[in-house]
């Protein structure tokens, strides 16, 4: 049978058998081998403590390490595989330790902190994040109690999203945060031109064609094939053109 486990299992497995549980019900429980329990109670050293002077960085270093960027994740700021070599770096150098780190260095510190992974962060627009307040969203679920809008009936309800593309912004990168999210928000500054899509669709699955949404005063048609096309004029108003 083959375990897969991270310390903190081996940890409650101890913990549940401190308590009074026996070693195989624990080890069952837990995912974590019979005999992993009894070298850890007689005081062997796990795998990751006996490589540690090996590491580095030390364990402590690394827990404070993963620390941040669990609150640069909750910031809306995921670093990337760059950012953390770099503050990896700069620790190492504040030790006295100016050596590169290796290539296959995150590789182990992701492996030794399974609570991280890399995954993609999703851009979302500035102004949504800052609108996104509790007093705003509470105020949008109490309208849905008022009795004309509870008896709109399902093919009359209509969701909207928007997303888009910003100009000089590249695609969506890879960054690490924690393993029990999919995807990290990053908020982007709001001083960019964004080309928006917008998309709607029923509360029965039906949906309708998207828009496309340009600031400026004109398109080029070549652009597109059949479809209505809302440009934003520089004077704010919003003109809609059919293009052949």
């Not at 809306?76 to 504040?94: E, K």
């Amino acid at each position: 049978m083959k375990f897969v486990y991270t310390q903190e299992d081996v940890q409650r497995a101890l913990n549940a058998v401190a308590n009074g549980m026996s070693q195989k019900k624990a080890g069952l429980e837990f995912g974590v081998p019979r005999s992993t329990l009894q070298n850890r109670m007689n005081s062997t050293l796990s795998r990751q403590e006996a490589h540690e002077p090996q590491q580095r960085l030390s364990t402590v270093q690394e827990d404070r390490l993963t620390q941040w960027i669990l609150t640069q994740e909750s910031l809306g700021h995921g670093p990337t595989h760059v950012q953390i070599r770099a503050f990896a770096g700069r620790v190492l150098y504040a030790r006295g330790d100016a050596n590169a780190l290796g290539r296959r260095w995150m590789n182990g510190f992701l492996r030794r902190n399974p609570v991280l992974k890399t995954k993609k962060q999703f851009l979302i627009d500035s102004a949504r994040v800052n609108g996104a307040t509790t007093e705003v969203i509470k105020k949008w679920f109490q309208k849905l109690t008022i009795p004309d809008i509870k008896a709109i009936k399902p093919e009359h309800r209509w969701n909207m999203d928007e997303a888009g593309i910003m100009e000089g912004m590249g695609d969506n990168g890879l960054v690490v945060g924690s393993v029990h999210t999919r995807f990290i928000q990053k908020k982007q500054p709001g001083s960019k031109a964004w080309t928006s899509f917008i998309e709607c669709i029923s509360a029965l699955g039906k949906s309708l064609f998207p828009l496309v949404i340009f600031k400026g005063i004109s398109v080029q048609q070549q652009w597109f094939m059949t479809s209505l096309v809302f440009t934003n004029s520089y004077d704010g108003l919003c003109s809609a053109d059919t293009v052949p």
